[in-house]
């Protein structure tokens, strides 16, 4: 069974950093793109990041390009997504899901998502 488990979340002030980790178990991580989502109240779900299943493709959305970045490391089946210079906007939860093929920008095109971890840019 695919799982997908984010980790990592919490509290950070602004300027501060934090990294994301997205642990698979129950299937080849290999095969899979990665995305990284996050939903703020009231707001709908948008992907910030997606990487290929090699790792050589990377996608960043504006609003995070610069300051987050996304990798794989699949001999642990672990995604990071290391975000730096957080900003109160930045607050969300964020989700990691898993697709075959080619990353997509639409969460619909996601078929497996984990359960997401809190993240909270405050002073």
């Known amino acids: 069974q695919l799982q997908l488990v984010e980790s990592g979340g919490g509290l950070v002030q602004p300027g501060g950093s934090l990294r994301l980790s997205c642990a698979a178990s129950?299937?080849?991580?290999?095969?899979?793109?990665i995305g990284w989502f996050r939903q703020a109240p009231g707001k709908e779900r948008e992907r910030i990041s997606c990487?290929?299943?090699?790792?050589?493709?990377?996608a960043y959305a504006d609003s995070v390009k610069g300051r987050f970045t996304i990798s794989r490391d699949n001999a642990k089946k672990t995604v990071y997504l290391q975000m730096n210079s957080l900003k109160p906007e930045d607050t969300a939860v964020y989700y990691c899901?898993?697709?075959?093929?080619?990353?997509?920008?639409?969460?619909?095109?996601?078929?497996?998502w984990g359960q997401g971890t809190q993240v909270t840019v405050s002073s």
């Open positions: 990487i290929s299943s090699s790792g050589t493709y990377t």
């Open positions: 899901a898993a697709r075959r093929y080619a990353c997509q920008q639409s969460p619909q095109f996601f078929a497996s």
């Open positions: 129950g299937f080849t991580l290999d095969d899979y793109v």
